[in-house]
């Protein structure tokens, strides 16, 4: 069984299809949230993730979009994209993005993982540290938690009294690249793709994950796809310069 996780495409086109031209086959597909906002492409986006199917669990971004939530606290950019990508949905994308489920979800083929967007314990909680990933790996259902919502690629593990990190490391700044964790069966984990849209890792290059339950393993990957193309189709919009830039720096 192997499960292609993605998060975070943020209405990049460009990444999204570098990351499944990169990536092996797999049996099913999970999207950890956060389709659109920032980027320039929604409904290419939805319309690309919807053919591929699988399990699908909401964003802020996404709420944000569907006007399920106040974004009166989200900063002005991203205030901006969201009311952008509003405008720009079709009746048909707006109605399908609305009918997301909230995480955790889980599915039977994979018992052993559960599906969220920030955290399992709250869907808007950012796990960045080992101390933000020390609840929900104390109280996790799952051995296994796919998570996003921080853009940052690597993952967690409950040691005695502590959380352990892993953090993927790269040859290449460059060029399409994996690093493997191989996992243990009698540990909790929390584990993050990365962002296929909008890294902010410090490397510019599309982030994903493939999970393999023979070798119990998760790949991380990193894929370099075209850059200028998204930049353009962000300035095009009249989106905020910055969201355009933003990309090279994989910030
Ligand atoms: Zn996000």
Not at 214 to 235: M, S
């Amino acid at each position: 069984m192997r499960v292609l996780v993605l998060s975070d495409i943020h209405s990049n086109l460009e990444a999204l299809e570098a990351c499944l031209a990169a990536a092996p086959a797999c049996d099913l597909v999970a999207n950890l949230g956060d389709l659109v906002g920032y980027g320039a492409c929604p409904n290419e986006v939805i319309e690309r993730v919807r053919a591929l199917g699988g399990v699908f669990v909401r964003g802020n971004h996404d709420r944000a979009a569907t006007g399920q939530i106040d974004i009166s606290d989200f900063n002005p950019m991203a205030r901006f994209a969201a009311l952008w990508t509003r405008q720009q949905l079709t009746p048909e994308n707006l109605e399908w993005l609305k009918t997301l489920p909230q995480g955790p979800v889980r599915r039977p083929e994979v018992p052993a993982a559960q599906f969220v967007h920030g955290s399992p314990i709250d869907e808007d909680d950012y796990i960045v540290n080992w101390s933000d990933a020390m609840p929900p790996l104390i109280t996790a259902a799952a051995s296994l938690t796919f998570f996003g919502h921080t853009h940052h690629q690597g993952g967690f593990f409950d040691r005695t009294q502590t959380a352990e990190t892993f953090q993927p490391t790269y040859k290449t700044t460059e060029w399409t690249d994996r690093c493997e964790w191989r996992l243990r069966k009698n540990q909790h984990y929390l584990i993050n793709p990365g962002s296929v849209g909008q890294p902010r890792d410090g490397d510019w290059r599309a982030g994903f994950a493939v999970f393999d339950d023979e070798p119990y393993a998760v790949t991380f990957y990193r894929v370099p796809y075209n850059l200028q193309r998204a930049q353009e189709r962000i300035l095009a919009a009249q989106l905020p310069e910055r969201l355009s830039a933003r990309l090279a720096l994989g910030r």
